[in-house]
């Protein structure tokens, strides 16, 4: 019972993320004034699961897992399923975004909303914008973020630099994670910018990379790959054998989210596109055209 109640921490993140929900039930309750109750009710219901994305955030960096992270390989890992895949699933279900803005007064919402979409000092910012919501930028960054912070080096700096640990290694998880998922699930008022066969090919894209990652961290390899984990007081499980259980968790646990979002987005699919055999000519059709084009364009370069 003591490993549940015990070495609970406060995370500076907990006051940001405190300001967000105090931020967002004004949201709620300027929004509350101006619509009807079957929205207020939709609106509450998206809240309950973006709740339960920042108590997911929590436990990850405030409970205990990241006490014990610190001396076992394996909650650290738990700890990255929580804070990339979890916790950002919830809180782009929770689509947080509408409520957010309107916790600001009318002026001064308007006034950010002319600056950010009209004036012409901001266009740099709408184009860093576009491309954090680029599809491509999303699958890649967040597989990026994922097998970098598994590079031995990364991995080892992370651990002995807690700014670096904190600020860096968890908030490239969340925002990487944030983005992927908003290019799988609808996110009121954002919805995928890709259909559903390009949502089936991320997802299983990104399932192979981390089976490849727990494949090298595990059957690959013979020796533990992370120092930090080489002499830990009071540990007796070897750090190679921590890190084999560590990467039988990312293995495994890989199949509690995809195997759930494949359904979703082939369900998608068949509801949009029709049965499976029109999708996949639907698909083969498009690559054969995309071939014919370049045939015809490499033609007429020769000619």
Not at 152 to 158: L, R
Not at 200 to 210: C, D, E, K, R
Not at 211 to 231: D, E, K, Q
Not at 241 to 256: E, K, S
Request: charged residues 15%.
């Amino acid at each position: 019972m003591s490993y549940v109640t015990q070495n609970w921490s406060f995370d500076p993140v907990a006051i940001i993320m405190i300001i967000t929900v105090a931020a967002y039930e004004v949201g709620l309750a300027r929004l509350s004034r101006r619509s009807r109750s079957s929205s207020q009710r939709r609106r509450r219901l998206r809240s309950l699961a973006f709740y339960a994305g920042l108590l997911t955030l929590a436990i990850a960096i405030m409970s205990p897992l990241d006490y014990w992270s610190s001396s076992y390989f394996f909650v650290h890992m738990i700890d990255h399923l929580l804070l990339a895949f979890f916790a950002p699933i919830l809180i782009v279900v929770g689509a947080p975004w509408v409520p957010l803005q309107f916790c600001l007064p009318v002026r001064a919402r308007r006034a950010l909303g002319k600056f950010l979409f009209l004036s012409r000092s901001a266009a740099g910012l709408r184009m860093i914008g576009r491309g954090l919501r680029s599809p491509l930028f999303a699958v890649a960054f967040f597989n990026f973020v994922m097998v970098f912070w598994h590079i031995p080096s990364a991995y080892d700096f992370s651990e002995t630099h807690q700014l670096v640990h904190i600020w860096l290694m968890h908030t490239s998880y969340v925002v990487a994670g944030v983005l992927f998922w908003l290019q799988i699930l609808p996110s009121h008022p954002m919805r995928p910018a890709k259909g559903p066969v390009w949502q089936a090919g991320a997802i299983l894209i990104t399932n192979v990379i981390m089976t490849i990652m727990a494949m090298s961290m595990s059957i690959l390899t013979n020796s533990s790959w992370y120092t930090v984990y080489a002499h830990v007081r009071g540990v007796t499980m070897s750090p190679f054998t921590d890190q084999q259980i560590g990467a039988a968790i990312l293995w495994v646990c890989g199949d509690f989210w995809a195997l759930p979002m494949l359904y979703v987005v082939i369900r998608r699919a068949l509801e949009t596109d029709g049965s499976v055999s029109d999708i996949v000519d639907r698909v083969f059709r498009s690559r054969h055209e995309d071939l014919e084009i370049t045939a015809v364009h490499r033609s007429r370069r020769g000619a």
